[in-house]
């Protein structure tokens, strides 16, 4: 019998979003084959009816081999909660898949993972797998290839090379000089050290700016989908660390995906590709306006409703 990856869902203080989340992955193959552990964080001030409503939801979730809830006691804030649970998980079972309450799956997503994850287990290059792609506009990649990038929308990892995640941020920066720095920067066309210093600073808390730089520094790789096999819903300003955007949305692949690098190497066409989008990703003027005027009108419609 094939041992399939454990099910990691973060979820927190969005019912609805948690509930299409999971609606989602039930409709997955390999769903009523998989373990879910579902991880649910502790209120902050006012936000304790949110989380009882969530907690209610994820007490009769059905669907899967078997469904644990882990109910946080406390707030232990985004970070610390991946951080802990990815650690529990891959500790357990070797391996782990990994969900936020805000993504929507394609019915292949988890045979995608568990299938990367099974062929690329003892290549200690491979790192991570990702379920996302950014809408590029190349139509001349294979069905999946391997990056640099280590995406957090979807993922999955192993027990060997989670081992290798570096959580001290001094540490990660001191490792860096400055060509390291325009590589793990895509030769310059994402600032990603940006948010490796706002970390540093306090301006933020997260956990995969940490673990791209610690895959980057150990020159590990990640499988990519050319077309993601997921939708994230939460870039509608109700998350506690996203806002409203849709520069990143794209079509979600709704096929099987079957075919996997044998070459263990960045796919040097993909590259160019995922630096080309990013570089251009935030459009002419006239775009980035309507972009702002949509932003501003979403969240004067949830600021609106929750009066």
Not at 13 to 41: C, G, V
Not at 73 to 94: E, M
Not at 195 to 217: C, D, P, Q, T
Request: aromatic fraction near 14%.
């Amino acid at each position: 019998m094939q041992n399939f990856a454990p099910i990691a869902l973060f979820v927190y203080n969005r019912p609805d979003h948690a509930r299409r989340t999971i609606n989602f992955l039930q409709k997955n193959f390999l769903a009523d084959e998989s373990r879910l552990f579902i991880f649910s964080d502790g209120a902050r001030a006012g936000d304790e009816e949110n989380v009882k409503a969530v907690r209610d939801l994820i007490k009769s979730v059905d669907g899967f081999k078997s469904v644990e809830v882990i109910n946080r006691d406390k707030n232990f804030g985004l970070a610390n909660s991946v951080i802990d649970g990815v650690t529990r998980l891959t500790h357990q079972y070797g391996k782990v898949i990994v969900f936020e309450d805000d993504v929507i799956t394609s019915p292949f997503t988890l045979q995608y993972f568990n299938e990367g994850l099974t062929k690329y287990q003892g290549v200690e290059q491979v790192m991570h797998i990702t379920a996302f792609m950014y809408p590029l506009k190349a139509n001349n990649l294979p069905e999946t290839f391997l990056l640099r990038i280590a995406s957090s929308q979807a993922w999955a990892t192993w027990d060997r090379a989670w081992k290798k995640f570096e959580p001290n941020i001094d540490t990660i920066i001191s490792k860096f000089d400055t060509s390291s720095k325009y590589q793990f920067q895509l030769e310059g066309s994402m600032n990603f050290w940006k948010h490796v210093m706002e970390f540093k600073h306090g301006r933020n808390n997260s956990w995969a700016i940490r673990w791209y730089s610690s895959v980057f520094l150990n020159k590990g790789l990640s499988l990519n989908p050319a077309i993601s096999l997921i939708e994230n819903i939460g870039h509608d300003g109700t998350g506690v660390h996203s806002g409203v955007s849709t520069i990143y949305a794209g079509e979600m692949n709704n096929f099987r995906i079957s075919k996997f690098p044998d070459v263990i190497k960045e796919n040097e066409t993909a590259y160019r590709a995922v630096k080309d989008f990013l570089k251009h990703r935030k459009g002419t003027y006239l775009q980035r306006g309507i972009r702002y005027l949509n932003h501003v009108i979403t969240k004067w419609k949830i600021n609106a409703h929750n009066k």
